[in-house]
């Protein structure tokens, strides 16, 4: 797959029936997929545990409300936080097992999206419908994933974890935070690692090297790397996005003996759009290590790194939350942002891809 071909597969649509992207109910164009965030693809949702048994937990994900609930068998559902009467919100409704129902008119909806009881009218045409937007979701590496299609003919792609998160011999820790920044903001600034060397200088891992540098893009059949000409291995040097199952970024940061024995720190890091300005922040630190090795790293990381790592994200969404929503608009690239217009070029591509595909999908011509 090269870096810029879309994963869009929309199918025909039954005539009369407009087809909008998942939870929209309305058209949207180039702009609006692009700030809000490319549908056909895995994205990280929620950390596991924060969907506990027996709760509803309603969340914003690409501007669309969603609820999440686990079933008798822990299995969890994520459904459109939206009622196919009336449009209550599910969330607010009765967990009852492998359903919700409803609080206003008590129609219940199982995990699946489908109306298994109208209970003031029983026998009406809704019950056996699948008439909720239901997605497709894999619970991996501590955090709640999901699919979110374009429409609703969209076919999920297979779920594939990111290599250091399948691998048995690392150890990972998952982070979560929420930002008040675009989601595009998130991948602009890990595409950029030169911000190391200046933004986090004072960090207990990124003080080093030199503070000037060339960069070079280097392709390969998953995505790029982005990573200095003149250093490697001494501060944030080089980053790499791929594109698999889900877009992610992996890097490695340097750790000196004080951080235990596991050598380089990896780290993959993803962002989920809430809506237009906000985003869902997932990292997953990790360090190669088996043994005692691991329980002496998985005892440092709790009692001394986690805290370090949280004051470097602080400088980074400290930065993110202060940018104009605009700030992309109007700058002044320099060598060192190539991965950034590079990324930038890619994710413009997608969305424009998805537009045109949404508008042929309606008979409307392609939009741009
Ligand atoms: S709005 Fe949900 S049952 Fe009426
Ligand atoms: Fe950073």
New binding site residues.
């Given amino acids: 797959m090269t870096t810029t071909e879309t994963r869009t597969t929309p199918r025909p649509t039954p005539r009369g029936r407009p087809t909008f992207a998942v939870g929209t109910r309305r058209h949207l164009d180039a702009d609006e997929i692009a700030a809000t965030g490319l549908r056909d693809r895995w994205y990280p949702i929620l950390p596991s545990h924060m969907v506990e048994a027996g709760a509803m937990v309603p969340v914003r994900r690409l501007e669309v409300d969603w609820v999440l609930f686990r079933d008798a068998h822990g299995v969890v559902h994520m459904l459109e936080d939206r ?1 196919p ?4 919100p599910l969330s607010v409704g009765q967990h009852l097992g492998d359903r919700i129902a ?1 609080a ?4 219940q909806v199982d995990g699946g999206g489908t109306v298994v009881s109208v209970p003031g009218m029983p026998g009406c045409a809704l019950e056996g419908r699948r008439a909720t937007a239901s997605l497709e979701v894999v619970e991996a590496a501590d955090t709640i994933f999901a699919y979110i299609p374009l429409t609703a003919d969209s076919v999920p792609t297979p779920f594939v974890l990111p290599d250091r998160l399948s691998d048995p011999e690392v150890s990972w820790f998952p982070n979560f935070a929420e930002w008040a920044g675009p989601w595009r903001f998130y991948m602009d600034n890990v595409l950029d690692p030169m911000h190391g060397a200046f933004l986090h200088r004072n960090s207990h891992s990124m003080f080093g090297g030199d503070t000037s540098a060339r960069f070079r893009i280097r392709e390969t059949d998953r995505g790029f790397f982005f990573e200095k000409t003149d250093q490697c291995g001494v501060n944030f040097d080089w980053v790499e996005f791929v594109r698999g199952s889900m877009d992610y970024v992996d890097l490695e940061i340097p750790y000196g003996p004080a951080a235990g024995p596991g050598g380089v720190f990896g780290i993959v890091g993803m962002s989920t759009p809430i809506d237009c300005s906000t985003s869902a922040i997932f990292h997953w630190r990790t360090r190669r290590v088996s043994g005692w090795e691991r329980e002496a790293w998985r005892f440092l990381y709790r009692t001394r790194l986690e805290e370090k790592h949280w004051e470097v994200l602080e400088q980074d969404r400290l930065v993110l939350e202060v940018l104009a929503n605009d700030a992309d608009r109007e700058e002044h690239l320099y060598q060192h942002d190539l991965g950034v217009s590079r990324i930038r070029r890619i994710y413009r591509a997608d969305a424009v891809a998805q537009a045109a595909a949404l508008a042929a999908a309606n008979g409307a011509g392609l939009a741009t």
């Fill in positions: 009622c009467h009336r449009s209550a409803c206003y008119h008590g129609v």
